[in-house]
């Protein structure tokens, strides 16, 4: 496979980045670098389609990591056109850096080589470091100062964690140890090792906003303008949690007990934290942070179950991968589709009050940003419904029957704070401005059609059980 082949998303992303930095330098126009990223976004989405099938460079093309990749690309799509109106002051940066971002996705997405995801894992965090800084006001500052020091302490974790697994396995590389050729350095009983297993337990945990690393994530989704938070909340914890899959359930797959514990645990308390803490809350934004942090939880329940079962039992491997599979799909339209909906409200601080009455006054985006949150509870003839019901049906078969009771009472609990969402949308009286913006409004009802098709698209969840193997590089 040669060098170009495999690197076809990256290099058009890479030329893309810098035309469309090269046209901010004559044009200042959102509209413009809005249109020019939607397209090299779209064209990225397919070019990623036609790399051939191969492994070399420290890059492995499978269906897999193209499935990932194409997901993580369409994160990115999915806020390229609702940004362009809230980024006034230099829209080039703004959308070179959207760009650039999607490289490293696509990368971390392609790679079973620690180094080579740290580098791009990083390089996508200094991305969003820069777009969650847009708005210029003082909470948009705020929340990216505490997003860029908890990213910088999770980084440090990282490094630690990828030094420390190299001293037990001598090797950076996760598909060596799968195949054996390091067995005779790999030992679950070094104390390194164990290191190694917590250090990026915490690190990517703050990534992936899972308890107790997650009280950025609250404030960030909060504090920055509602595209960038959708993207956060979408891309950058998908991106996370493909690297998650790879690592603990590749790279530790002869360590599975510790793992199965430690995520399993987390995993409980994640969801049940998350939940009963967004019952209180009376801010809409921080109430969809700690739907973030909950759904976290939910998703890692796809390591509870490989590690419990071992990758040897091939079935309930592959139904709680493709679960997980499926889940982050429908995770980037019903998460981001609900940020973007915040748009609606010419708001910074939006609480119930905000959004009352929005139902009488464009009763087609409420009843989509409705959908939205029904399909975030799991409500069925949602996407979100399918998601938790092979989720929840792949942790039953592992016959963690347990897990799946405590996860179904997590999910009923999200129910209220959903409902009450609904009952401000369409049974009060409006009290604020809401915005006229055809662009939004689309993105709204857009993302609730796709999340309703992926509802009764059932027949993609047999498709991903078949690739669901390739996590093994």
């Given at each position: 496979m040669?060098l170009?082949?495999?690197?076809?998303p990256?290099?058009?992303?890479?030329?893309?980045?810098?035309?469309?930095?090269?046209?901010?330098m004559?044009?200042?126009?959102?509209?413009?670098s809005?249109?020019i990223?939607?397209?090299?976004?779209?064209?990225?989405?397919?070019?990623?389609?036609?790399?051939p099938?191969?492994?070399?460079?420290?890059?492995?093309?499978n269906?897999?990591?193209v499935?990932?990749?194409a997901?993580?690309?369409?994160?990115?799509?999915?806020?390229?056109?609702?940004?362009?109106?809230?980024?006034?002051?230099?829209?080039e940066?703004?959308y070179?850096?959207?760009?650039?971002?999607?490289?490293?996705?696509?990368?971390?997405a392609?790679?079973?080589?620690?180094?080579?995801?740290?580098?791009?894992f990083?390089?996508?965090s200094?991305?969003?470091y820069?777009m969650?800084?847009?708005?210029?006001?003082?909470?948009?500052l705020?929340?990216?100062?505490?997003?860029?020091?908890?990213?910088?302490?999770?980084?440090?974790f990282i490094?630690?964690?990828?030094?420390?697994?190299?001293?037990s396995?001598h090797?950076?590389?996760?598909?060596p140890?799968?195949?054996g050729?390091?067995?005779?350095?790999?030992?679950?009983?070094?104390?390194?090792?164990?290191?190694?297993?917590l250090f990026?337990?915490?690190g990517?945990?703050?990534?992936?906003?899972?308890?107790?690393?997650?009280?950025?994530?609250i404030?960030?989704y909060?504090?920055?303008?509602?595209?960038?938070?959708?993207?956060?909340?979408?891309g950058?914890?998908?991106?996370?949690?493909?690297?998650?899959?790879?690592?603990?359930?590749?790279?530790f797959q002869?360590f599975?007990?510790?793992?199965?514990?430690?995520?399993?645990?987390?995993?409980?308390?994640?969801?049940?934290y998350?939940?009963?803490?967004?019952?209180?809350?009376m801010?809409?934004?921080?109430?969809?942070?700690?739907?973030?942090?909950?759904?976290?939880?939910?998703?890692?329940l796809?390591?509870?179950?490989?590690?419990?079962?071992?990758?040897?039992?091939?079935?309930?491997?592959?139904l709680?991968?493709?679960a997980?599979?499926?889940?982050?799909?429908?995770y980037?339209f019903m998460?981001?589709?609900?940020?973007?909906?915040m748009?609606?409200?010419?708001?910074d601080?939006?609480?119930?009050?905000?959004?009352?009455g929005?139902?009488?006054?464009?009763?087609?985006?409420?009843?989509?940003?409705?959908?939205?949150?029904?399909?975030?509870?799991?409500?069925?003839?949602?996407g979100?419904?399918?998601?938790?019901y092979?989720?929840?049906?792949?942790?039953?078969?592992?016959?963690?029957?347990?897990?799946?009771?405590?996860?179904?009472?997590?999910?009923?609990?999200?129910?209220?704070?959903?409902?009450?969402?609904?009952?401000?949308?369409?049974?009060?009286?409006?009290?604020?401005?809401?915005s006229?913006?055809?662009?939004?409004?689309?993105?709204?009802?857009?993302?609730?059609?796709?999340v309703?098709?992926?509802?009764?698209?059932?027949?993609?969840?047999?498709?991903?059980v078949g690739?669901?193997?390739?996590i093994?590089?």
């Amino acid at each position: 496979m040669s060098l170009i082949s495999i690197f076809i998303p990256e290099i058009l992303l890479v030329i893309m980045g810098f035309i469309v930095l090269a046209v901010g330098m004559f044009i200042q126009s959102g509209k413009a670098s809005a249109a020019i990223s939607f397209i090299t976004l779209i064209a990225a989405l397919l070019s990623v389609f036609f790399i051939p099938y191969d492994s070399s460079y420290g890059i492995t093309v499978n269906k897999f990591s193209v499935y990932f990749s194409a997901v993580l690309i369409i994160s990115a799509l999915f806020i390229s056109l609702p940004m362009y109106r809230y980024v006034k002051k230099r829209p080039e940066v703004f959308y070179a850096s959207l760009i650039f971002s999607v490289i490293g996705m696509v990368i971390v997405a392609m790679t079973w080589n620690l180094v080579i995801a740290f580098v791009a894992f990083e390089s996508v965090s200094i991305m969003t470091y820069i777009m969650s800084a847009y708005g210029g006001k003082q909470r948009n500052l705020e929340a990216t100062i505490k997003y860029f020091f908890t990213g910088t302490i999770a980084t440090t974790f990282i490094i630690l964690g990828i030094g420390f697994y190299f001293f037990s396995v001598h090797t950076f590389s996760l598909s060596p140890v799968l195949n054996g050729s390091s067995i005779s350095y790999y030992s679950g009983t070094k104390p390194e090792f164990l290191l190694a297993l917590l250090f990026l337990l915490i690190g990517f945990g703050f990534k992936l906003a899972i308890f107790p690393m997650h009280q950025w994530a609250i404030d960030a989704y909060d504090g920055t303008e509602n595209g960038v938070s959708a993207y956060l909340s979408t891309g950058t914890k998908i991106m996370a949690f493909v690297l998650v899959l790879k690592i603990f359930l590749v790279g530790f797959q002869s360590f599975p007990t510790p793992v199965y514990y430690m995520f399993t645990i987390i995993a409980i308390i994640t969801m049940t934290y998350a939940n009963v803490a967004a019952l209180s809350q009376m801010n809409v934004k921080r109430l969809l942070a700690y739907s973030s942090v909950a759904q976290a939880g939910y998703m890692i329940l796809v390591i509870s179950v490989v590690s419990y079962v071992g990758l040897g039992s091939a079935r309930s491997v592959s139904l709680a991968i493709a679960a997980g599979m499926f889940y982050a799909l429908v995770y980037v339209f019903m998460k981001g589709g609900s940020f973007i909906a915040m748009n609606m409200v010419k708001e910074d601080n939006i609480t119930f009050e905000n959004i009352s009455g929005l139902g009488k006054k464009s009763p087609y985006v409420a009843a989509s940003f409705s959908i939205l949150l029904l399909s975030l509870a799991g409500i069925p003839l949602t996407g979100g419904f399918l998601a938790k019901y092979f989720l929840f049906l792949s942790v039953i078969d592992s016959g963690l029957w347990w897990l799946a009771i405590i996860a179904i009472i997590n999910s009923a609990i999200s129910v209220f704070y959903y409902m009450k969402v609904m009952r401000y949308l369409f049974w009060e009286e409006p009290k604020g401005e809401f915005s006229t913006d055809m662009g939004n409004k689309a993105a709204v009802i857009v993302s609730a059609a796709i999340v309703v098709f992926l509802g009764v698209f059932y027949v993609l969840f047999p498709v991903l059980v078949g690739i669901s193997s390739q996590i093994v590089g």
